[in-house]
């Protein structure tokens, strides 16, 4: 009896370990994906913006039809902060990383469906709010409006996104017009 219930609080352990490791992977991860990449991508960077939020842009043809590396590469950076806690990770719980990484994947191309007119159910739209959740509908809108919708996995970091954006672009201006001055 005594054996049974400690083979059972070791898999209790064993699942929260799993949980709590896939979900500080996919939070730690869009945060650093959002704050050092993506914003600052959509500031000083030309390709991104490009890519994704041009007129006539599909994720699909840029991202997955072309054989371009340099969109590739931009997939890449934007996963990379994912990636960088795996080593630290794994050692807390191979499974959770493998969960984490294997549902940040799946919400890459969840989140692109858009493209083929997906609607999302009331049910689990409703579920992605109540869990901070980006859906299609709400990355579609970040698609046609760059200052809009920020988070890739989590809407939690739109507000936070928007005012790092707005300081960034105040920095560009700010050197823009020291530099400028320099110049004269």
Not at 2 to 26: P, R
Not at 96 to 114: A, D, F, Q, Y
Not at 117 to 140: A, D, G, N, S, Y
């Amino acid at each position: 009896m005594i054996k049974l219930a400690s083979v059972g609080e070791e898999l209790d352990v064993f699942i929260v370990k799993a949980f709590l490791v896939a979900t500080f992977l996919l939070v730690i991860g869009d945060a650093i994906s959002t704050f050092l990449y993506h914003v600052p991508e959509h500031v000083f960077g030309k390709f991104h913006s490009l890519v994704h939020h041009g007129k006539n842009r599909s994720f699909v043809h840029y991202a997955v039809l072309t054989r371009n590396p340099l969109v590739l590469l931009d997939g890449f950076l934007g996963a990379l902060p994912y990636f960088i806690f795996v080593p630290w990770l794994w050692n807390i719980s191979p499974l959770g990383t493998i969960i984490g990484l294997i549902l940040g994947e799946l919400h890459v191309v969840w989140r692109h469906v858009s493209i083929i007119k997906w609607k999302t159910p009331k049910q689990v739209k409703l579920l992605c709010k109540l869990l901070f959740i980006t859906t299609p509908e709400r990355h579609c809108l970040h698609h046609k409006n760059a200052n809009l919708a920020y988070g890739d996995i989590f809407t939690f970091y739109d507000y936070p996104a928007r005012l790092w954006l707005k300081f960034l672009v105040f920095l560009k201006v700010k050197y823009k017009q020291t530099m400028t001055t320099k110049q004269t």
